[in-house]
């Protein structure tokens, strides 16, 4: 069993930058691939980045690619994500999520297994 914990939203201006923490507890990280996903209201909850156990293999978002960097300290059993050059539609519910290694780096939700509560990310326009 994985607990997971985010914490680093809040409220930011569009243009701003933030950083998302998840914290896990009770096993170690490494053998997980880590993913965050967010949830804007009345919207579906999407993919936003994922990171192989190792970190050597990332995947992003469209949305994302060029403005958000997923990263792990497995050390400290933590992932990030440094959220830079923020919209007002990156407005929404950040949650990390874990998935058995053995599963590259999976963009859907269904294949992650451990989830966080979320952190809420607002940017205003």
Known sequence: QVQLVESGGGLV?????????????????SAYTMGWFRQAPDKEREFVATISWSG????????????FTISRDNAKNTVYLQMNSLKHEDTG????????????????????IYWGQGTQVTVSS
């Open 13 to 29: 201006q569009a243009g701003g930058s933030l950083r998302a923490s998840c914290a896990a507890s009770g096993r170690t990280l």
């Open 56 to 67: 050597r293999s990332t995947n992003y978002a469209d949305s994302v690619k060029g403005r």
């Open 93 to 112: 519910v950040y949650y990390c999520a874990a998935a058995p290694s053995d599963r590259g780096t999976p963009v859907v939700r269904s294949l992650y």
